[in-house]
Structure formats: structure tokens, C-alpha cells
């Protein structure tokens, strides 16, 4: 019989396991190391099925290959492109797709990519090897890499999708949906449903179509004409999605997301969004009466870094302002930033460098 699923690992456990780390002359985030020690022996004492420990062993594995991937690239910022593995070379999607990574890659963003044929090489060709990082799917029909990651060996091999999907989600500061099939729009509801419930910070997300196309036209008709009417989701959570057929637009879309915008970090119950330029006091005005529905309380205030920012020296050089956000209106910060962006007082000249 399974053991009960809270039984507690004895201390004496817990107190080798620190040892074992400590041997090995690891000195940071040893607490979470510990951490992720205590549930390998916790599944053990759960006496867990073998093939639950085989789907944790390899996920596990999985994440450690992708982000030592991904780890010398942490201060670049990347764009991933989705589309299908489906589409031919002489495509008008295919030119979509290496037009807007081309363009992309030559204002400094990394290109991620699934790594397979189609959509998937067509970004990665645009943006060249060395703009390129892939994460691509073992499938019985799809083994190997595209060429154009595969080159410098910037690509990490999963097993299973929803490993995949992480890391082709985490690490993107923008996102470029190119038409495709189920595992498409598989990927494009995640995003849209993470931006959503706020499980990630607010991105912009392009829906790429060829030029004249409707493929994306009818997915906003569907929302417009049978999602929200039937309430199961807002009038504007579509907002956050630009739909066009405009190389043009789509990189001007994921590069000025960043005109003004920098990134945010949550301390307690207090969001701090950090931007490259301080609003003046009129915008602030100007701002607190536009998205009062958004505050749990206060005002949104031009703040110095905070103890816990200075302590990580985490973007310090920045101005900042902080709020306490609604939690039940997260879904709708990206209105906030786009405001901020916006702003007179924001940088004229756009996005202009690696962060």
C-alpha cells in the first residue's frame, strides 16, 4: 500500500541531503536544491508508480538541458515564432515568417523556434544561425532538428510537449504566430490564456498572416461572435493580440511593447513596473484617473527601487513606478503598459537595445 502523500521526510534525511550539496561545492539557492532533493525522496517514499518517476526523471532532465541552453543568452531578448511544420518553402507564409525574424534578429532579439521544418525553419533561416535557439519535439515523423539550429548546436531535444512549451514560452519577451494546425493554436490559446490569468507577464503577441490572408480574420470573428457574446471571456481580451499580414507592423508591435516598458517584479502586494523614461507629474494624473479601476488601492507612484530590488540589484539604473493592482483586473495591465508607452515623455526613438 502507497504511503500516505503528506508524509514528512525525516530531518536527519533533509540534514544529509545539505551535506551531499554542500560537498559538491554548490553555494547558491542551496535551499532550493534541497528542495527539489526532499521531493525526488519524497516520491520515493510515496513509493510512486514507475512510470510517474520515469515522466518526473525525464521532464526533469529536460528543463535542466534547456536551460543550460538558454543560459548564456538570459540578457537577450527573444522573440519565439509559431507556426506549422507543414509549410512548403515556396509558401507566402514561409517568406511571412523569415521576413519578420530577419527583421527581428537585425534589431538584436534571438529567434526560438520549435526547430522543425516549415514555419519552425523559415524563422530560423531569417534570423541565421546565430540569432537562432531551438526546442524541438522527439515525434516518430519529425527526429531531427532543422539544419539552421542544428549548425551551431543551439538546440535542446524534448520528450514531451509540455516541457516543450515551457521553454518555448519562458524565455520569449515576444511572441509571432504564423497560421498552422492544432499544435498552433494549442500554442497560441496558451499564451493568450497565460496573459489572461496573469501566469505571465504582460508580452506582446502577433497574429501573422500572408499578405491578404483571412486566416487569422476569422479567428477574431469567432471571438467577437460567439466567445464574448456567450461571456466566457472579456470584450477585451482580445486586445492584447495584434492581427496582421504586416511584416512591418508585426516587428513594429514587438519592439515598441518595449518603447517605453522595461519589465516588472512584484514585491508583496505592491507591482513595480520599471520603464526607461519617469512620467511626468501630469501623466501620473493623467494615468490614475484613466486606470483607477485597475488599483486595489492608492495611486500609481513614481518609486525609488525597492529593499528587496536593491538586495538583487535588480534593474537599478531604471526609473520605476509602483500600485497595488487588482488582482482580479491583471488580465488587463497590458492596457496600462501600452498607456505607458504612450506617454509624451516616453524615449521617441523606440526599442534600441538588448535587455
Known amino acids: 500500500m502507497s504511503r500516505e502523500p503528506d508524509t514528512v521526510i525525516p530531518g536527519e534525511v533533509t540534514a544529509a541531503l545539505r551535506e551531499v550539496i554542500a560537498t559538491v561545492g554548490i553555494t547558491q539557492n542551496t535551499d532550493l536544491i534541497a528542495r527539489i532533493l526532499d521531493t525526488g525522496i519524497g516520491l520515493g517514499m510515496d513509493e ?55 527583421v527581428l534578429a537585425a534589431q538584436g532579439w534571438m529567434v526560438v523556434t520549435g526547430a522543425g521544418p516549415g514555419i519552425m525553419q523559415a524563422a530560423a533561416e531569417g534570423a541565421g544561425p546565430e540569432n537562432s535557439l531551438g526546442v524541438s519535439i522527439r ?65 506582446p503577441i502577433v497574429l501573422l498572416d500572408e499578405p491578404g490572408g ?64 519617469a512620467p511626468a507629474d501630469v501623466e501620473l494624473d493623467e494615468l490614475n484617473t484613466r486606470f483607477a479601476d485597475l488599483l486595489a488601492s492608492g495611486r500609481i507612484e513614481r518609486t525609488e527601487p525597492l529593499r528587496v530590488e536593491r538586495a538583487d540589484d535588480d534593474r537599478l539604473d531604471l526609473p520605476r513606478v509602483s500600485l497595488r493592482l487588482d488582482q482580479y483586473r491583471v488580465g488587463s495591465l497590458h492596457h496600462l503598459i501600452r498607456a505607458l508607452n504612450a506617454l509624451p515623455s516616453a524615449p521617441a526613438d523606440g526599442w534600441d537595445r538588448v535587455t
Request: net charge neutral.
Open 48 to 102: 510512486a508508480d514507475r512510470l510517474d518517476l520515469k515522466i518526473t526523471t525525464a521532464a526533469l532532465g529536460e528543463m535542466r538541458n534547456a536551460f543550460r541552453l538558454f543560459a548564456p543568452y538570459q540578457n537577450v531578448s527573444k522573440v519565439t515564432i509559431f507556426g506549422s511544420a507543414r509549410t512548403l518553402a515556396d509558401d507566402a507564409l514561409y517568406r511571412q515568417a523569415a521576413r519578420v525574424a530577419s
Open 214 to 277: 483571412t486566416f487569422w480574420a476569422g479567428l477574431r470573428r469567432f471571438v467577437d461572435e460567439q466567445l464574448v457574446p456567450s461571456g466566457v471571456v472579456g470584450a477585451d481580451d482580445f486586445d492584447r493580440v495584434l492581427v496582421t499580414d504586416s511584416v512591418t507592423e508585426a516587428a513594429d508591435e514587438i519592439t515598441g511593447f518595449y518603447r517605453n516598458y522595461d519589465s516588472m517584479r512584484w514585491v508583496g502586494g505592491t507591482l513595480v513596473l520599471r520603464l526607461r523614461a
Open 139 to 203: 515525434l516518430p515523423f519529425e527526429e531531427k532538428p532543422n539544419a539552421i539550429v542544428e549548425a551551431n548546436a543551439r538546440n535542446v531535444a524534448m520528450k514531451y510537449f509540455f516541457t516543450r512549451k515551457l521553454m518555448l514560452v519562458k524565455e520569449s519577451r515576444g511572441f509571432v504566430c504564423v497560421p498552422g494546425g492544432f499544435g498552433t493554436l494549442d500554442e497560441m490559446f496558451e499564451l493568450l490564456t497565460l496573459q489572461q490569468t496573469g501566469k505571465a507577464e504582460p508580452v
